[in-house]
């Protein structure tokens, strides 16, 4: 198999592990900011220790619950292109042509094109969603708080509540992940432009445009 | 092929996708262009002696001259190469 064509389906393939991550902490997003509006709403949410913190709890529960939407909305956005691609590339190699690896590379600077700015937000809203489930865990699991002018206490009310926690810290740490490697692939997809911002002139001077 | 393309690939899809004879609306309809951007590329590589037109009766049809398939090679190198000379993404 062709160099090029390797490390093109290795990209594709990882950038495809990358976003299903991130539709994943979407989901859970959506799920932990509904969750918690219907608690609100059945009254559940009452045992929690004073009423500014169900309050905060409410509206970190709601900017999830619209960063979840956001996340699920521009990474199934991003992914489809990028999905199709990789469907061509899986169909079609090893056997691919030098002139159809070709199309399939254009197809994919074309497609980050278009997709760049999704890209830049995703980036973006992805840890923030991320953090607003982790907070939400956090301020849903008080039990007790107490501030007072030597200091700060709270209590967290039991164990399944800590390992709640140390789930929403999964969630986002996986979301700084994810947000880490669609960086890198931003910025290799950014250098790779570059390259071809700068090898046009040969481009140019091949058609015979370099005089004019 | 859709999205954000620079001329030169345009050029090169047109070029590729012409190794046999196409007509007018098959290349813009494959190249995804409207008709007065596929008019002028496709004037523009005729004039260049990139493409050549053949013409059968009442039908018109455009073919890669072997001119073009140095354009579609240093094309295809360049683009390749981009896997072989940037860091690449990986996990």
Same mark, same amino acid.
């Given at each position: 198999?062709?160099?090029?064509?390797?490390?093109?389906?290795?990209?594709?393939?990882?950038? /495809?592990?990358?976003?299903?991550?991130?539709?994943?902490?979407?989901?859970?997003?959506?799920?932990?900011?509904?969750?918690?509006?219907?608690?609100?709403?059945?009254?559940?949410?009452?045992?929690?220790v004073?009423?500014?913190?169900?309050?905060?709890?409410?509206?970190?529960?709601?900017?999830?619950?619209?960063?979840?939407?956001?996340?699920?909305?521009?990474?199934?956005?991003?992914? =489809?292109?990028?999905?199709?691609?990789?469907?061509k590339?899986?169909?079609?190699?090893?056997?691919?042509?030098?002139?159809?690896?070709?199309?399939?590379?254009?197809?994919?600077?074309?497609?980050?094109?278009?997709?760049?700015?999704?890209?830049?937000?995703i980036?973006?809203?992805?840890?923030?969603?991320?953090l607003?489930?982790?907070?939400?865990?956090?301020?849903?699991?008080?039990?007790?708080?107490?501030?007072?002018?030597?200091?700060?206490?709270?209590?967290?009310?039991?164990?399944?509540?800590?390992?709640a926690?140390?789930?929403?810290?999964?969630?986002?740490?996986?979301?700084?992940?994810?947000?880490?490697?669609?960086?890198?692939?931003?910025?290799?997809?950014?250098?790779?432009?570059?390259?071809?911002?700068?090898?046009?002139?040969?481009?140019?001077?091949?058609?015979?445009?370099?005089?004019? | 092929? /859709?999205?954000?393309?620079?001329?030169?690939?345009?050029?090169?899809?047109?070029?590729?996708?012409?190794?046999?004879? =196409?007509?007018?609306?098959?290349?813009?309809?494959?190249?995804?262009?409207?008709?007065?951007?596929g008019?002028?590329?496709?004037?523009?590589?005729?004039?260049r002696?990139?493409?050549?037109?053949?013409?059968?009766?009442?039908?018109?049809s455009?073919?890669?001259?072997?001119?073009?398939?140095?354009?579609v090679?240093?094309?295809?190198?360049?683009?390749?190469?981009?896997?072989?000379?940037?860091?690449?993404f990986?996990?």
């Amino acid at each position: 198999m062709k160099p090029a064509l390797s490390q093109f389906q290795k990209e594709i393939r990882h950038f /495809s592990l990358v976003a299903s991550m991130n539709l994943i902490i979407g989901v859970i997003a959506i799920a932990a900011g509904i969750l918690y509006i219907i608690a609100a709403i059945l009254g559940l949410t009452a045992s929690l220790v004073n009423p500014e913190l169900r309050v905060i709890a409410g509206a970190i529960a709601l900017i999830s619950l619209g960063l979840g939407v956001s996340v699920l909305h521009v990474t199934l956005r991003i992914s =489809r292109g990028v999905r199709t691609i990789r469907k061509k590339l899986e169909r079609e190699a090893p056997a691919v042509t030098d002139d159809r690896i070709t199309c399939l590379i254009v197809q994919m600077i074309a497609y980050y094109r278009d997709t760049r700015q999704m890209l830049g937000t995703i980036i973006l809203i992805g840890p923030l969603c991320g953090l607003c489930v982790f907070v939400l865990g956090i301020v849903t699991g008080f039990e007790a708080m107490s501030l007072t002018s030597t200091g700060f206490s709270l209590t967290l009310n039991n164990r399944v509540t800590i390992l709640a926690q140390v789930f929403t810290l999964a969630i986002v740490v996986s979301s700084l992940l994810s947000s880490h490697y669609f960086t890198k692939f931003a910025m290799a997809w950014n250098h790779r432009i570059a390259e071809i911002e700068a090898s046009e002139c040969a481009l140019k001077e091949k058609l015979g445009l370099d005089d004019q | 092929m /859709s999205g954000r393309r620079t001329v030169y690939e345009i050029y090169w899809e047109i070029l590729v996708y012409c190794k046999t004879p =196409r007509s007018f609306s098959a290349i813009i309809s494959r190249c995804d262009l409207n008709s007065k951007l596929g008019q002028e590329y496709l004037e523009f590589l005729v004039s260049r002696e990139y493409l050549t037109i053949i013409r059968d009766g009442e039908r018109t049809s455009y073919q890669s001259t072997p001119k073009a398939a140095e354009y579609v090679a240093l094309f295809s190198s360049l683009y390749q190469k981009l896997f072989d000379s940037t860091p690449g993404f990986r996990l």
